[in-house]
């Protein structure tokens, strides 16, 4: 093998400049630095190709010159090579997890006592009006007592009395509880009521007062239907009633269903407790010889 030591090769002519013939194998023997750092290369297509797996060590490759899809291994890009301002389409994203509460972007406290708003605010959910209590009764008892859920938390409560049908045709009543019992004094009991009522060919109203003279707030002056299919409803205000002292007053409007199919009517009632001491809760009672068949009622709570 021969030996050629020069310092410089350049072509003979123009600027072109060839080594070796097409199938020959120029070799660069281990601890010889090839430095083209001030040079341009031109590599051929085949030095990254199409399959395979090739490493690239220390060289930087310009966006523009990545065409079709690069997948990367699992679990090895990371949030920093992520770009934060960077737009990515939810369709983009296959979520299967789930996101924890804490990553939501939105704004306020995020715990079990929180909503999340469309405003994209987390805030308290309202207590102003509060369901304290809900039953359907049955059994076909006299009365049923709704007791021990005034509180200093509220001043008004509304209690909804609906689905109600007794086993006869009678006038249902209220009575007041004083500490859990139903008070019966008559001298405590002032009601004004007014009835609208409509009839086969008729209608009419009717206004009536009972003061201090019946043991009991009474409604309206119906006996209310017994019939499966007519069921009567109403709803009560009752206005701070653990303040003693006061004559408590409580307002009253409803339907009546009368009469089995004869009577519709409507009414509107307020009565004042004048015993100077605190309600603790309403007893309602079917009529005369009478139980009640049906009833719903739902007691709740207005905030202060």
């Known amino acids: 093998m021969s030996k050629l ?86 369709s983009k994203l296959n979520l299967t997890g789930n996101i924890a509460l804490a990553d939501l972007s939105a704004t306020g406290t995020k715990d079990a006592t929180t909503f999340l708003r469309g405003d994209n605010t987390f805030a308290t959910v309202s207590s102003d009006y509060v369901n304290l209590t809900s039953a359907t009764v049955s059994g076909s008892p006299s009365s049923v007592s709704i007791d021990g859920f005034f509180t200093s938390d509220y001043d008004i409560y509304v209690l909804k009395i609906y689905n109600f049908r007794q086993s006869s045709q009678t006038t249902p009543f209220y009575r007041f509880n004083v500490s859990g019992t139903p008070n019966s004094t008559a001298s405590n009991y002032y009601t004004i009521t007014g009835n609208w009522y409509g009839q086969s060919g008729t209608s009419n109203q009717t206004n009536d007062k009972y003061w201090g003279n019946e043991d009991k707030v009474r409604l309206f002056n119906w006996d209310i239907s017994n019939n499966g299919n007519e069921v009567s409803a109403w709803e009560s205000i009752i206005y701070n009633p653990l303040t003693a002292g006061d004559h408590n007053l409580v307002e009253t409007r409803g339907v009546v269903n009368a009469q089995n199919l004869n009577t519709l009517s409507v009414f509107h009632a307020a009565t004042q407790f004048r015993t100077g001491v605190a309600i603790s809760g309403i007893t309602v009672y079917a009529g005369a010889s009478s139980n009640i068949s049906e009833l719903r009622y739902s007691l709740y709570g207005l905030k202060k």
């Open 5 to 90: 030591e020069v310092d410089k090769i350049d072509p003979q002519s123009g600027t072109d400049l060839e080594l070796g013939t097409s199938g020959d194998t120029i070799t660069i023997p281990a601890g010889v630095t090839f430095d083209s750092s001030a040079a341009t290369n031109t590599l051929p297509a085949t030095v990254v190709t199409t399959d395979g797996t090739q490493t690239l060590t220390n060289k930087s490759i310009a966006a523009t010159q990545l065409t079709g899809t690069i997948t990367p291994s699992d679990g090895t890009v990371t949030n920093a090579k992520v770009n934060g301002s960077a737009a990515i389409d939810y």
